[in-house]
């Protein structure tokens, strides 16, 4: 008894170091009637000559400790032997019409892997961008402020986006004179004012270890630095939330799972 209950003990820490809930997933058939492929640019339109397979994968949430992360798949289409993907109309190069009208939007980019990360936000760049505006299209991701494009798939309002995590934004810059510093009764520097927009950043002696924003050590003489925050969306707009995803999991679960069975083994050879 006591080897079946140190067994069910080793199961149980394998369970509770590593958890992965599986997406289900679901192929349906779609009858062809009605559907045509229509190129982004209306160039093409060519009409869906036989039936075609719509997969959906849901989200996978995986445990391992206390940290845990969710995976997000795009629905996926076989149409005539090719691979579509669902994603924003943004990187979309075809749409799948049915009666005249836009079912999905769809790429034939390879997005099986799915994605671990979630734009926060759309900033769209101002025809006359004032300073802190961005100069350029960008989603937030994690926080930061990415340019539109690129090789990085992320998913936003439900749909995968493509962004450009190897840089960051562009903005307006503020523009600092030292005629703008206030200072507390001891002279020493607490805040600085923009010259153009007039807005307010404090100013300090050493950075905050939390403090994640952009610091700007040009202006005010050393070791005084300004936090000038993040260049975040306008308040009101659609909040989502987003883990990274850690590529060692499935190692660690089949280590995990390795550990138990040898505990098996070594019970069994005491026998």
């Known amino acids: 008894m006591k080897k079946i209950v140190a067994l069910v003990l080793a199961m149980v820490m394998v369970l509770g170091l590593a958890t992965v809930a599986f997406g289900a997933t679901t192929t349906a058939t779609v009858k062809e009637e009605g559907y045509s492929l229509v190129s982004m640019n209306n160039a093409t339109d060519t009409d869906v000559a036989a039936d075609f397979t719509k997969t959906v994968t849901d989200k996978v949430v995986t445990t391992v400790g206390d940290k845990t992360t969710t995976t997000y798949y795009a629905d996926s289409y076989v149409i005539g032997g090719v691979t579509y993907y669902a994603c924003d109309a943004t990187i979309a190069t075809t749409k799948l ?6 079912v999905a939007y769809l790429t034939s980019a390879n997005l099986s ?5 979630v734009a926060t936000a759309f900033v769209e760049a101002k025809e006359k961008p004032a300073c802190g505006d961005v100069t350029k299209d960008s989603y937030v991701v994690d926080g930061k402020s990415y340019p539109v494009g690129g090789a990085t798939y992320v998913l936003y309002n439900g749909l995968f986006v493509s962004v450009d995590m190897t840089a960051t934004t562009p903005v307006v810059e503020h523009v600092f004179a030292k005629k703008a510093v206030t200072t507390d009764t001891k002279g020493t520097p607490v805040a600085i004012a923009c010259d153009e927009c007039k807005a307010s950043f404090q ?11 952009k610091v700007n050590t040009t202006v005010l003489d050393a070791p005084y630095v300004i936090l000038m925050g993040t260049y975040a969306p306008a308040a009101g ?8 995803f850690d590529a060692g999991i499935a190692m660690y679960v089949g280590m995990s799972v390795m550990a138990a069975a040898g505990s098996a083994v070594v019970l069994k050879k005491k026998d």
């Open 237 to 244: 707009e659609t909040v989502e939330s987003a883990k990274t």
């Open 203 to 213: 100013v300090v002696k050493k950075v905050p270890a939390a403090y994640t924003g």
């Open 97 to 102: 019409v049915k009666d005249g009208v836009v």
């Open 113 to 117: 892997a799915g994605t671990t990360k």
